[in-house]
């Protein structure tokens, strides 16, 4: 795959010549010259920190079986509540994603999904529509490859994302996103933002690149100021009715409900007992003594491969988790997941990792920095093959919280 390339220096066409030849073992033949690009932009073309940061997302991208991830049968929950729609191309191309935030029901859609599958299906999200983004720039021109996103928070609740599981949803998503899918925002329309929206934004902002946050334009409720700047881009006609645009469905609804999920409050019938469900796996009960960490070895040998995943819950209180690797042949020793704290006694803590071959993987259960209380520990960590796609759909199908753990 190669499409439409931006101009740039001669200088800059060097730099990005010496970051492919860099990467080239680890490319693929759909990475083309403009998705290069993105990493070395988002880095300031700094090659060293670009080649950082594609090989942590290709990890990333290996962990969650993008290659396969339309294979994938996502929750009826996301598939149904989760609002968004794409409501055509702007004047250069570019996909426009509408998303009327203020109908999201977080607190029950964390009572249906686990936050590993909250996220995996962002990731079935924006592979679809970087995909799109790519058809576009051949008709379109390079400008097309980014995406202009709208979202509406019209009497948003914010309360729901006060509550932990949801604010960690919520902050390891966006972590998730600038990591894996650099310089892929053009624009971002967030209009009818109520008063306290600026305090969770600030908190959100710190994990966004500045980049990022330059292209984000915030419109207080009330106001209308947005659709100037809004349809200078985008034709009214193509834009839903009930935002002032043009468009309405087949059915003549301006809120273009048969084009797009609208969510709203998720049903209870779809709601899952976590603490109630019944699992095969061989859960082992301990107590993780006070000052001390609970450490268990995985070796992995051979070039078959494997997954090392992960299901535990603390009965009362949090505790620090996190996994390092030691390579056999070279000693050299990686940090896989940072160690960090993990509210794992409000939600089950569940992820896998790809592994590589001849390493020594130590996962860490630390209560070092405990000196009053041991720590209940249920807890079920296992090697299993990754070579076929069914196991690792049966994986995430089982997943009760997330991969990433919350770092202080």
């Known amino acids: 795959m190669s499409g439409p390339m931006p101009e740039i220096s001669v200088e800059q066409r060097k730099t990005l010549e010496q970051f492919r030849e860099l990467m080239s073992d680890e490319l693929k033949d759909t990475h083309d010259d403009y998705f290069l690009l993105r990493w070395l932009r988002a880095r300031k073309w700094n090659i060293e920190a670009a080649e950082k940061m594609l090989k ?20 009826q929950a996301l598939r149904e509540y989760l609002p968004y729609g794409i409501m055509g191309y702007d004047n250069e191309g570019s996909p ?35 995909k799109l983004a790519y058809e576009q720039s051949l008709k379109h021109g390079w400008k097309a490859r980014q995406l202009v996103v709208f979202f509406d928070c019209e009497s948003m609740n914010l309360k729901q994302f006060a509550w932990r599981p949801a604010a960690e949803c919520v902050i390891s998503s966006v972590k998730e996103y600038e990591g894996n899918f650099p310089e ?6 967030i209009i009818n933002a109520p008063k306290l929206f600026s305090v969770a ?14 292209k984000i334009h915030i419109y207080k409720t009330g106001s209308d100021k947005w659709q100037q700047q809004l349809f200078a881009h985008v034709d009214p006609k193509n834009f839903p009715k009930c935002w002032g645009g043009q468009l309405v ?3 003549g609804d301006p809120q273009c409900r048969s084009m797009m999920v609208w969510g709203g409050k998720v049903p209870e019938s779809l709601f899952v007992d976590q603490s109630n469900q019944e699992s095969d796996k061989d859960f082992t009960e301990t107590h993780v003594p006070k000052g001390d960490k609970l450490k268990i070895d995985f070796k992995v040998n051979g070039q078959a491969e494997q997954l090392l995943s992960w299901n535990f819950r603390t009965l009362d209180h949090d505790i620090k988790f996190g996994i390092y690797s030691v390579d056999a042949k070279t000693g050299e020793k990686r940090s896989e997941i940072p160690l960090g704290t993990v509210h794992s006694h409000e939600m089950d803590e569940v ?3 790809s592994t590589r071959p001849n390493t020594t993987y130590t996962v860490v259960f630390d209560n070092s920095a405990s000196y009053l209380r041991s720590k209940r520990l249920r807890y079920w960590v296992d090697l299993m093959s990754g070579e076929e796609e069914e196991g690792i759909t049966e994986l995430t199908n089982q997943m009760e919280s997330t991969q990433i753990v919350a770092q202080q």
């Open 56 to 75: 942590a997302s290709l990890k990333t991208r290996a962990m969650w079986n993008v290659d396969n991830i339309e294979k994938w049968d996502a929750p």
């Open 96 to 130: 426009v994603i509408v998303c009327p935030f203020h109908t999201f029901d977080m607190w029950g859609m964390l009572h249906c999904v686990t936050r590993f599958e909250f996220q995996k299906y962002l990731v079935l999200i924006l592979e679809r529509l970087t």
């Open 184 to 189: 892929l925002l053009k624009r971002c329309y």
């Open 201 to 214: 934004f600030n908190i959100v902002k710190k994990f966004l690149d500045e980049n990022t946050t330059s």
């Open 249 to 251: 469905d087949e059915h």
């Open 351 to 353: 992820g896998c990792i």
